[in-house]
Nanobody, 123 residues
Framework: QVQLVESGGGLVQAGGSLTLSCVASMRTFSSYTMGWFRQAPGKEREFVAG????????YYGDSVKGRFTISRDNAKNTVYLRMNSLKPEDTAVYYC????????????????WGQGTQVTVSS
């Protein structure tokens, strides 16, 4: 059974930084495309960033481009999300997700999900 476990969330002031981590349990982690999504109260789940499984190409949602960076360490079965210049509107539960094939901005395309980690940005 695949498990994804996020960590690194917390409370930060606007303009600050956080790095989220997601550790995956699958033995073939390098063959999975990984994504980060977020969901704020009363809003739909939103694509934040994705990193492809072989080329490690990266993709970002428009609202985080230039501020967030996704990366992965296949030797550690871990995907990261470095978040800089945080804004109050970045406040949400952040989820790690995994799928085969290409990066997708659609949450329904991902097969496996973590439990989420809360990020709160104060103004």
């Amino acid at each position: 059974q695949v498990q994804l476990v996020e960590s690194g969330g917390g409370l930060v002031q606007a303009g600050g930084s956080l790095t989220l981590s997601c550790v995956a349990s699958m033995r073939t982690f390098s063959s999975y495309t990984m994504g980060w999504f977020r969901q704020a109260p009363g809003k739909e789940r939103e694509f934040v960033a994705g990193i492809s499984r072989f080329t490690m190409s990266t993709y970002y949602g428009d609202s985080v481009k230039g501020r967030f960076t996704i990366s992965r360490d296949n030797a550690k079965n871990t995907v990261y999300l470095r978040m800089n210049s945080l804004k109050p509107e970045d406040t949400a539960v952040y989820y790690c997700a995994a799928k085969g094939d290409r990066v997708s901005v659609q949450s329904s395309a991902y097969n496996f999900w973590g439990q989420g980690t809360q990020v709160t940005v104060s103004s």
